[in-house]
């Protein structure tokens, strides 16, 4: 038995390639399936230089990142290691098309893992571009259970862009020193605790807590504060994380954020941005200083070096949108041959200013998508959802809710339960398809502090229902929080599905005429967009994915406290659904 | 859907006795059946006057205490409310028979509550006796997952010894600062990190961390340390438990340990105790004036007011067996009508010195089962398991073996495994019945440091399999740790069973000469017996209760690296298992 364990031991960290056709991995011609065994495991790590605890995937923060080639099966078996805590994984960004129990989304499209057991995700990634996967249960993302997914067109396939210099990636995070189980605990307590601004934001898992902010000008990361000791530029475990580039050419960076609350901005001093792909669909290329990527959200970007070659640059993410508390996470440009360790001779560099919404707001209306390689919308719609989130105090609970519904999980799968007629699962009233609010008062006021004693929210996880092929507007319109003088930023991400970004604006949606503002010649397409503060957004998508599907802010605190919604579609063309997705709540064994 | 949510919340916080037969609650003569609305939930508490999160039952820590009748049926209704993790409750001392099912250790007699589940135990409380109830999943009891489970005789039924002034009860633990889930990934690293020593220990989940060290002997409990200045005695959220009594009169006095790793040590200064019963089962009575309680074990002591009423008594908790790096766990006995602010004018009580085992051994050699209501073990037994404990290197993580098996969970519950004959679901080599190391080296030495590169353990979760009525003799062999001249003490409980205390010896157990010190006469009958240092134990039990019931360490960082067994009996006459116990590893649905 020992040998046996030993060489599955020594499986599990040789993620095996089944199936290789002709030519290199990332240009192959013909699907392979890629197989994965992994293990998720608490690990210690110190990811800003201060130790923690996080939930990784065989032993590593941030979890692998997986290469594979457009139209690739992969299969990840997946050991749950925690003692306690089920598990799952979304794969943030595929669609999973005939597949939508291998969503990963907790007792939304399976039940979790339990602790001992193995589970196997076996889906196709259909579609090139930047992906992520990561841990959907309750916030064990935050805990650090998060990873890029990169897929590549296969050869004979050419991207609508050029760089001669290859392929880097930067996967952007914020980092809290406080556990998920207190962060929870926290943000279901009477009085309310939130999570607080984070304590580092990192760059591909790396970042310094507290040191940054004591750089000098022209000096080094080292500091005399007895907390950053260990976190000087000479120590490798604390080193920054370094993008090394050959003077003169052109790369494709790939940018994706799996942050907990923050939103970011994106800055390589001294270098343009050249914006070429979003969610993996292609947008017609502008040029940026500095990107803003929120939650959820990937991008490529052309990146030349073509700077003094002498010298490294900092990269910098900045948090925009909240009154910044966190220091600059820093990377490194590294201009090669320079040693990685030569550090820029200038001051962290700045986004811009962290309330200063417009700038942010021109930025995304500047996405469209790719001319002759992207699809348009269809010219109109079915049905049209208005969303209208509020901040509200449910039974001395402050919680977030979508149209005076906040959503807490079914104890069963929704899919299981559409699947099998559990009908008993979830509340059987739809919830509704506009805000309350505008029939109770039409002059609800989105400027105003709401008074939460006349919210009339409540708990709730009905599903909003399509039919096959149905054309669906869904505006998401955002308000004062219960704090005066606040709006904030939410990413929304839809699964299984990407949608078109018909429109933002400012105020009030009005039904007869934002709509006019609409682009539906070439609205970029997404699965993640975000929703600026007192504004709207409205998106457009096709409900021809039949399964249960999650529709929420991508920031985990707003999310773990009710921003969220549920869409099914197809429900009479669902698959069979795998056993192993089963066993919680109505889905237990009934006949042995 | 509010209002309903409201009532369901204010039922969770009434426990509901639905037949009342007359007379008092704790003398009817009728059996009852006792329901429980329970809620599993992290909770913000400072037991030890620093704050740390616990999993409480409805919102208290120690969960609140169950008051039964003997013949009573408990239904517990218990909501999983974790974000994350599942859960179980094991009834620690109930015997489950017909219900092995609602035993509650997870992956043996069921599958972990899932978050957002309800699953409801439904059980007899058959014997009156002092009783606990704490997690059994991984190491949730460390987390606080725990309290009393107090049944009384029926009227009509009297106790065998007499008091006047009525019932006391404390239950006593230790405490750690650290989370459950750092301590898990420590036991779980490489190189290993133990638990340490605990910070505080607790009195009916009351303690002062760092505090009593500094107590003057005159004086009060306030402190000039700045980790003390909440905890002094002025701060009712800090202020010790207090045991009221009137001068004069007698009590009854249950006491229980729920301890992670320590052996206690319990004492009320100036007061003799006369122990009446052990593990819920009456015991010849004799008298202490310091009691030894480990963890998992219960008693009862008579206690007489006898000493100057015009003061209050130290109640006061220590650690034996290991080197006490923890202060003494103190409470109050306070003789009415003095204010239980009076603080007693005297040191902390001490008991005996640590390592003074042969006190230890003495005092469980006290215990004779009470003549005439307790029954005698059968004179011969079927068979005879030698467990020999062994600290190993197994892959390079420190483990505990039994006869070199170091137990591992299933992923699928083994009461359901043998049920349905789930064969896969775990090794069906059956465990040694004798240890290995005797046969391959008949000169195996209890007293030397083992070889860790010789032990030859490995990971294994067989099954010690019993005919239905078979009697059989379990010795369980304690041997030096890894450390030199280091063996512990280990307390080890079985489930569904009581069981006779032959016998105690020191050294190496000898088949032919031990067991002739036997007691056959009127052994002790428990369910939590310590094995002390270099020594042995020897135990009988009767195999007539269907089912699959681990006998392990309830050394918490024990168990959780392998310290345990399992058993099982009438595996033919396994009653019908309910749904809700299922869903897990092999007892997925697979017919939808």
Redesign the interface.
Same mark, same amino acid.
């Given at each position: 038995? @020992?040998l046996y364990? %030993?060489i599955i031991?020594l499986l599990l960290f040789i993620p095996s390639l089944f199936f290789l056709a002709a030519g290199g991995r990332d240009s192959r011609a013909e699907a392979a399936v890629l197989e994965y065994d992994w293990v998720v495991? /608490?690990? =210690?790590a110190a990811p800003d230089c201060v130790q923690k !605890?996080v939930i990784a995937i065989n032993g590593q923060f941030p979890a692998p990142t997986i290469h594979a080639v457009e139209g690739d099966t992969l299969v990840v078996k997946l050991k749950n290691n925690l003692? %306690?805590?089920?598990?799952s994984i979304h794969w943030h960004g595929i669609h999973q098309r005939g597949t939508p129990f291998y969503d990963g989304s907790a007792?939304i499209s399976q @039940?979790?893992i339990?602790?001992?057991?193995?589970f196997t995700y076996k889906f196709v990634v259909d579609r090139a571009g930047t992906y992520f996967y990561h841990g959907h249960? =309750? !916030?064990?993302r935050v805990a650090g259970l998060f990873g890029l997914l990169i897929v590549s067109l296969p050869s004979g396939k050419t991207e609508p862009f050029s760089y001669d210099g290859g392929d880097l990636s930067v996967l952007l995070s914020d980092w809290y020193h406080k556990?998920? /189980?207190?962060q929870?605990?926290g943000l279901?307590?009477i009085p309310f605790q939130f999570v607080g601004e984070p304590q580092s934001l990192l760059i591909q898992g790396r970042g310094k807590y507290n040191c940054s902010l004591d750089l000098p000008p022209g000096g080094s990361a080292a500091s005399s504060s007895p907390d950053c000791l260990q976190c000087n530029a000479t120590n490798p475990a604390c080193a920054p994380f370094v993008l090394p580039v050959q003077p003169g050419k052109t790369y494709r960076l790939r940018i994706g954020s799996m942050a907990t609350l923050s939103s970011l901005n994106f800055k390589i001093e001294n270098h343009n941005l050249t914006v070429v792909a979003a969610d993996g669909r292609y947008v017609e290329p502008f040029v940026v200083d500095n990107l803003d990527v929120y939650s959820g959200q990937s991008y490529s970007v052309l990146l030349t070096a073509n700077q003094d070659p002498t010298q490294n640059y900092w990269v910098g993410v900045n948090v925009r949108g909240r009154k910044p508390a966190t220091p600059t996470g820093l990377a490194i440009l590294q201009y090669l041959p320079n040693s990685e360790r030569l550090l820029p001779p200038t001051p962290a560099p700045m986004g811009p200013v962290w309330n200063d919404f417009a700038v942010s707001v021109a930025q995304a209306q500047k996405y469209s998508a790719k001319k002759g390689l992207e699809s348009a919308p269809p010219t109109t719609s079915h049905k049209l959802l208005i969303f209208l989130m509020t901040q509200s105090i449910i039974?001395g609970y402050t919680r977030w809710a979508v149209n005076n519904i906040s959503q807490v999980?079914? =104890?069963t799968p929704l899919l299981a339960a559409f +699947?099998?007629k559990l009908w008993s699962a979830f509340?059987q009233t739809p919830p509704p398809r506009r805000p309350p609010q505008y029939t109770n008062n039409k002059h609800f006021d989105i400027f105003a502090t709401p008074n939460p004693n006349t919210t009339h929210a409540?708990?709730?996880n009905g599903v909003y229902v399509s039919k096959l092929g149905e054309v669906v507007d869904i505006v998401i319109q955002n308000t004062n929080t219960l704090v005066p003088n606040n709006s904030e930023i939410h990413p929304w991400h839809f699964h299984g599905h990407d949608f078109w970004v018909l429109g933002y604006g400012e105020g009030v949606f009005d039904p007869r005429n934002s709509t006019k503002t609409y682009n539906l010649l070439n609205p970029p397409l997404r699965n993640t967009v975000a929703v600026f503060p007192y504004g709207w957004v409205a998106i457009r998508f096709i409900a021809d994915n039949p399964g249960v599907w999650p529709f929420h802010c991508h920031v985990e605190p707003h999310l773990?406290v009710g921003m969220g919604t549920v869409f099914a579609e197809g429900i009479h063309k669902l698959p069979h659904?795998p056993?192993?997705t089963?066993? @919680?709540?109505l $889905? +237990?064994? $009934?006949?042995?």
């Open positions: 038995m @020992c364990r %030993t031991l495991g /608490y690990l =210690a !605890m003692p %306690t805590e089920g598990v007792f @039940c979790p339990n602790p001992g057991e193995t249960l =309750a !916030m064990q556990s998920i /189980y207190q929870e605990l279901s307590s039974n999980p079914s =104890a +699947k099998f509340d409540s708990l709730g773990f659904i056993s192993q089963l066993g @919680c709540g $889905t +237990k064994p $009934t006949r042995w």
